[in-house]
Nanobody, 123 residues
Framework: QVQLVESGGGLVQAGGSLRVSCTAS????????MGWFRQIPGKEREFVAA????????YYADSVKGRFTISRDNAKNTVYLQMNSQEPEDTAVYFC????????????????WGKGTQVTVSS
């Protein structure tokens, strides 16, 4: 059974930093592209970042480019999202997801999802 478990969410002040993690089990982690999405209540889930199988290629939404960094450790089956210079608009539930292939920004193309971790940025 595949499981993706996010951790590291919490409350941070505007301008601060937070790192969220996602640990996978039940799949061969190094063969899956990994992504981060976020969702605010009442709004659609939106793409944040993605990373290729080996970690050499990364993708970012324009809204987080230059502030967020996605990375992965295949030995630990874990993907990370380092969030710096956070803004209140970053407040959301953050989800990690695993994708075999397809358009990285397209949520429905991801096969497995975690349950999410709440990130709240206070002004």
């Amino acid at each position: 059974q595949v499981q993706l478990v996010e951790s590291g969410g919490g409350l941070v002040q505007a301008g601060g930093s937070l790192r969220v993690s996602c640990t996978a089990s039940g799949l061969i982690f190094s063969t899956w592209r990994m992504g981060w999405f976020r969702q605010i209540p009442g709004k659609e889930r939106e793409f944040v970042a993605a990373i290729s199988l080996g970690g050499s290629t990364t993708y970012y939404a324009d809204s987080v480019k230059g502030r967020f960094t996605i990375s992965r450790d295949n030995a630990k089956n874990t993907v990370y999202l380092q969030m710096n210079s956070q803004e209140p608009e970053d407040t959301a539930v953050y989800f990690c997801a695993a994708q075999r292939g397809g358009v990285v920004y397209n949520g429905p193309s991801y096969e497995y999802w975690g349950k999410g971790t709440q990130v709240t940025v206070s002004s």
